[in-house]
């Protein structure tokens, strides 16, 4: 069983940066794969950002080249710095766990967090 819970959330203007954190509860945090998922009212659950047990990273199109996934197994926590917001990248982070392969796909998470709000003003 695993725990999760996210923090960091905010306002913040276009161009601007925030670092969202995920606190894990619970035993072998460095054997799952972490993964940050966006959702707004309007649409489906969205790929963000994942890291595998190994360290090997992956992006979603959409945050490539200014989202940072990271994650610090002493402190059962994953990170997620994000530079250059948008307005469109607003909607309510959540991370997420698993030991599922296929990390893009929310289906494959067991453990969610609550979720934090990220939004960002033109």
């Known amino acids: 069983q695993v725990q999760l819970k996210e923090s960091g959330g905010g306002l913040v203007q276009a161009g601007g940066s925030l670092r969202l954190s995920c606190a894990a509860s619970?035993?072998?945090?460095?054997?799952?794969?972490m993964g940050w998922f966006r959702q707004t009212p309007a649409d489906e659950r969205e790929f963000v950002a994942a890291?595998?047990?190994?360290?090997?990273?992956y992006y979603s199109d959409y945050v490539k080249g200014r989202f940072t996934i990271s994650r610090d197994n002493a402190k059962n926590t994953v990170y997620l710095q994000m530079n250059s917001l948008k307005p469109e990248d607003t909607a309510l982070y959540f991370c997420?766990?698993?030991?599922?392969?296929?990390?893009?796909?929310?289906?494959?998470?067991?453990?969610w967090g609550q979720g934090t709000q990220v939004t960002v003003s033109p």
């Open positions: 619970g035993r072998s945090f460095s054997t799952y794969a």
């Open positions: 997420a766990a698993t030991r599922a392969r296929y990390l893009s796909d929310y289906i494959e998470y067991d453990y």
């Open positions: 890291i595998d047990f190994d360290g090997s990273i």
